[in-house]
């Protein structure tokens, strides 16, 4: 099928973009600090150092391709929705399931294309005035820096592909439309559960347990020497990948409890049921958005609890003092917006899922209007349910992330002052109060365009479209 | 001929309405200069053919849609010249709704569904209230459903909760658009006797918009409406009459 709206696909080519242009930035911005620290090997570890850099550089791009491809699943699971009337009409002509599935896909791809080379092309611009601010300052020498380098490419391919990769697996619906849908006999959308599927299920579970467990070994090897971190991190990848596998086992329960605690009103209580309607759907749109906070606090408690222990360690020396407070601050602040970008893109990712889930609702919402829910109430509905989602999120990230910050920096520092010190979690209290600062705003901006939208919605014509 | 009563024991009228749509050049005109009254207490029907403009005249009467010229009353109050605001507390509290496509909250229970009116309002029924709705649910033989989703139950079950909703806040007037529309012909009699039932036992006024001759012989009046008039306003009449009367108006044109 040609000519699809690229409209819809806007916030995933945004999503996309994101990713590429992140990759493309941070692989060239690294390789130019490597050749200026090549220009001047003092200490023959130069090799060493570029080496760490670019590695740390990929982990990173791995962990917002991953976060991009989770939210883009996100949004072609959910456009497949919306277009269910269409597929089915289309299926009784006697399109098969598989063409229309295809064709899904191939709208993947372009949107991949599209946005990996936007991307990549403003990420190119990002890095070139990064080192002409650079060189301007004089912090980096007078060398010629590449702009393009040929593993600029690969993020490029990576994104590409696994925006591919992520239409395929959202449009896995398409496969469950039944002809009869197009014959209006389907009133109400199909609702979408999180089916009893053991298989995952007890993987989730099995890799969380023995993650945390391998883990909490990490931590007690790390009591006698700092190779315990390796251990720890091993369980940390392990019992995440279990809460990621998991999320529509955890995130449900979470989502009723924060919409419990916005009270009883009708607005809030139908905003409680709306974010728990699809819970496959809630959990995609959250678990994005619980692995950037997630990360973002992580690194900010391994460093605040590293600086704290450190500091300790020289409270004797004002002049030491100093400047590790400098140095570590700003380690904070550059992981911080590093590892902040999956939460960039994981909000972009919650602001379309909460578009398109009210703009499939404009029957329903025609009806509250007819029924006598005033405008004000509609807006106040689906601010509730944004708050909901972004609560449940940033409270979950904020948990797992000071659990694994403290487990990082337990298993590294415990064997520090001789063996068997207890390393307590430290608080970083800025990064925390720009996270639920960031959250606030997220929850209101994702809710402005639904809520102009949701109450421009006439009773009449949303009752008449059948 | 009645449609000259008295405005007293009205409970809504219109006076010359017209509602155009479209611009200047591409005009259509869904009503003509409609004047008209429906009786307190009583069940009326709206029927005309496709295109006769009866879901208009509902949606305008309902505070839904605006009027073109003309007024439009509910009781005392003038529904033309209200704000949007007004307008929606008045669909919740003094009007009553029942869809062809019945139109529950997926989300909400049956009893949510009921109560949904009260919710909007933010307030829980009174204990006279309450004893109500527990009334209606019980002769509406919906007590062992409460806690069932409306996917869960059948078309006419769907429909009996819509009544129950509309019927919950006693409200002045209830519109019912095509109520039976989705179901089959044992369940519509169901439902019309229960409407029929609303009007007589509990003194209800309600108006029902439809094209079935065997939906509205359950009406104790019975408006035509075609091309955006007003062409005839019968007293209850059987299904017979009222589909020679439709023929008839048909060859006439």
């Given at each position: 099928m040609k000519g699809f709206s690229l409209r819809e696909h806007v916030p995933s080519i945004v999503v996309t973009a994101l990713s590429s242009a992140f990759g493309v930035t941070l692989l060239l911005a690294t390789g130019a600090i490597a050749t200026s620290l090549r220009a001047d090997d003092?200490?023959?570890?130069s090799a060493t150092v570029a080496f760490l850099l670019s590695f740390i550089a990929w982990v990173f791009i791995a962990i917002s391709v991953y976060v991009g491809s989770v939210v883009t699943a996100n949004t072609f699971a959910t456009i497949i929705a919306g277009r269910t009337r269409t597929i089915a009409l289309l299926r009784l002509i006697g399109s098969s399931a598989a063409t229309q599935r295809r064709a899904v896909a191939r709208e993947g791809l372009v949107v991949g294309l599209i946005g990996a080379f936007l991307g990549a092309a403003v990420g190119i611009g990002i890095a070139a005035a990064l080192i002409a601010v650079g060189l301007a300052l004089r912090v980096i020498p007078d060398l010629s820096y590449s702009?393009?380098?040929?593993?600029?490419v690969l993020p490029i391919i990576a994104v590409v592909l696994s925006t591919w990769l992520a239409s395929w697996v959202g449009s896995r619906r398409v496969l469950t439309v039944s002809p009869m849908a197009a014959t209006g006999a389907a009133q109400e959308l199909t609702i979408e559960q999180a089916r009893a599927r053991h298989g995952r299920n007890s993987s989730a579970v099995i890799l969380f347990l023995a993650g945390i467990g391998i883990l909490l070994l990490g931590v007690g090897i790390g009591l006698v020497t700092p190779l315990g971190v390796l251990v720890g991190m091993v369980g940390g990848l392990l019992s995440f990948t279990g809460l990621v596998l998991g999320a529509h086992l955890v995130m449900p329960p979470v989502l009723r409890l924060v919409g419990r605690a916005?009270?009883?009103?009708a607005s809030s209580r139908l905003a409680a049921e709306n974010a728990l309607r699809y819970p496959e759907r809630s959990s995609r749109t959250t678990i994005g958005l619980v692995i950037g906070v997630t990360l973002v606090t992580m690194f900010g408690v391994a460093l605040e609890s590293y600086k704290a222990m450190l500091i300790s360690a020289v409270a004797n020396d004002p002049a030491y003092y100093a400047g590790i407070e400098q140095s570590f601050n700003v380690t904070i602040a550059i992981f911080t917006v590093i590892t902040g970008f999956s939460a960039l893109i994981a909000a972009v990712g919650m602001v379309n899922n909460l578009s398109l889930s009210v703009l499939q609702r404009t029957r329903e919402l025609g009806l509250l209007r007819a029924l006598g829910f005033t405008a004000r109430q509609v807006r106040s509905m689906i601010l509730a349910e944004s708050a909901q989602l972004t609560v449940a999120s940033v409270l979950i990230g904020l948990v797992l992330g000071t659990f694994y910050g403290w487990a990082g920096a337990q298993s590294i520092l415990g064997s520090m002052n001789g063996i068997g010190t207890l390393v307590p979690p430290a608080i970083p209290v800025p990064l925390f109060l720009v996270l639920i600062g960031a959250a606030a705003a997220l929850t209101i901006g994702a809710s402005i365009a639904p809520s102009r939208r949701a109450t421009r919605v006439s009773p009449v014509a949303a009752l008449a479209f059948e | 001929m009645q449609s000259t009563s008295p405005s007293t024991g009205l409970v809504a009228r219109v006076d010359s309405l017209t509602k155009q749509y479209g611009s200047t050049d591409n005009r259509v005109t869904a009503l003509a200069e409609v004047t008209l009254g429906i009786r307190a207490g009583e069940f009326t029907a709206i029927m005309g053919p496709s295109g006769s403009g009866k879901s208009t005249l509902m949606h305008i009467m309902a505070g839904m849609d605006s009027a073109t010229s003309g007024s439009v009353w509910l009781g005392d109050t003038?529904?033309?010249?209200?704000?949007d605001t007004e307008l929606t507390l008045l669909r919740r509290r003094r009007i009553g709704f029942v869809f062809q496509s019945f139109n529950l909250v997926p989300t909400l229970d049956i009893a949510g569904n009921i109560h949904l009116p009260f919710e909007l309002d933010g307030r829980t029924p009174s204990t006279d209230e309450q004893g109500w709705i527990d009334q209606l649910i019980d002769s509406l033989g919906l007590k062992d459903r409460l806690r069932h989703r409306p996917h869960e139950l059948s078309g006419g079950q769907q429909q009996r909760v819509a009544i129950a909703r509309a019927l919950a806040t006693r409200p002045d007037l209830v519109f019912a658009d095509e109520p039976t529309g989705n179901l089959d012909s044992r369940t519509s009699r169901e439902v019309l006797s229960l409407l029929a039932a609303a009007a007589h036992d509990y003194g209800q006024s309600i108006a029902m918009v439809t094209h079935d001759p065997i939906a509205a012989s359950y009406a104790d009046r019975i408006l035509f409406l075609a091309d955006g008039r007003l062409v005839s306003d019968l007293p209850r009449s059987s299904a017979s009459d009222i589909s020679r009367f439709m023929l008839e108006m048909e060859a006439a044109r």
């Open positions: 003092v200490t023959g570890s702009y393009f380098e040929l593993p600029t916005f009270g009883h009103s | 003038e529904v033309t010249h209200l704000g």
